[in-house]
């Protein structure tokens, strides 16, 4: 299973950006998928994850009403849309994705996903 993750890059201070993680192998209408970021010395921290379902969790408070995370089963491919950028949202952004049942919720912590993407850098100036 590989995780290609793409659509980073520079934007001002409220302005918006779509990330874009395509899975190939394996079955992505059973998996959970999340995105997760990190900043240079910091562990990674979970921004939002949704389930085979659709169903959605936020980690982060000041993701909600900013980002919105989506899936196309048909395209294998997680989104996420982030707008109103701040500049603390700078951070390599990583998807995530983990088998699940379909009544599992998706997990906050790195070890609840089994496969990852290389990450995509976003950077927010302000």
Same mark, same amino acid.
């Given at each position: 299973?590989?995780?290609?993750a ?17 899975? @190939? ?25 949704? @389930? ?8 982060? =408070? ?9 899936? =196309? ?15 603390? =949202?700078?951070?390599?952004?990583l ?14 912590s ?14 927010? @100036?302000?």
């Amino acid at each position: 299973v590989q995780l290609q993750a793409s659509g980073g890059g520079l934007a001002q201070a409220g302005g918006s950006l779509r990330l874009s993680c395509v899975v @190939s192998g394996g079955s992505f209408s059973r998996y959970n998928m999340a995105w997760f970021r990190q900043v240079p010395g910091k562990e990674s921290e979970f921004v939002v994850g949704i @389930s085979r379902s659709g169903g959605t969790r936020y980690q982060i =408070d000041s993701a909600k009403g900013r980002f919105t995370i989506s899936r =196309d089963n048909a395209k294998k491919t997680v989104f996420l849309q982030m707008n109103s950028l701040k500049p603390e =949202d700078t951070a390599v952004y990583l998807c995530a994705a983990e088998p699940a049942i379909l009544s599992v919720i998706p997990g906050t912590s790195a070890g609840d996903y089994r496969y990852w993407g290389q990450g995509t850098q976003v950077t927010v @100036s302000s």
